[in-house]
Nanobody
Framework: VQLQASGGGLVQAGGSLRLSCAVS????????MGWFRQAPGKEREFVAA????????SYADSVKGRFTISRDNAKNTVYLQMSSLKREDTAVYYC???????????????????WGQGTQVTVSS
């Protein structure tokens, strides 16, 4: 399974970006998907996750109301729409997939089997 994250870049505070995660090698519809991020000198932290069907989602408190996770199983792609960006959102963003037979939306990195390479998001003031 390969995950390819893209869409990162430099944006001013208050701006928006949409990250994409293209999944190959296995059917996306069988995976719970998550986004995590890691800022310099900090541990990787949960951002958002979405169930296989896309009906259930979960967000970190720090991004709730500003970020939206979604998926298009037909395109094997997961998205993270980020709005009202803040400087503290600056980080490398990673997408992750959980293909366990029984899986639920989870915020713990250990619950995910596969990880993408990350895409840098930098928010300037």
């Amino acid at each position: 399974v390969q995950l390819q994250a893209s869409g990162g870049g430099l944006v001013q505070a208050g701006g928006s970006l949409r990250l994409s995660c293209a999944v190959s090698g296995r059917t996306l519809s069988r995976a719970v998907m998550g986004w995590f991020r890691q800022a310099p000198g900090k541990e990787r932290e949960f951002v958002a996750a979405v169930s296989r069907s896309g009906i259930s989602t979960s967000y970190a408190d720090s991004v709730k109301g500003r970020f939206t996770i979604s998926r298009d199983n037909a395109k094997n792609t997961v998205y993270l729409q980020m709005s009202s960006l803040k400087r503290e959102d600056t980080a490398v963003y990673y997408c992750a997939a959980d293909y366990a037979i029984i899986s639920v939306v989870t915020s713990t990195p250990e619950g995910y089997d596969y990880w993408g390479q990350g895409t840098q998001v930098t928010v300037s003031s």
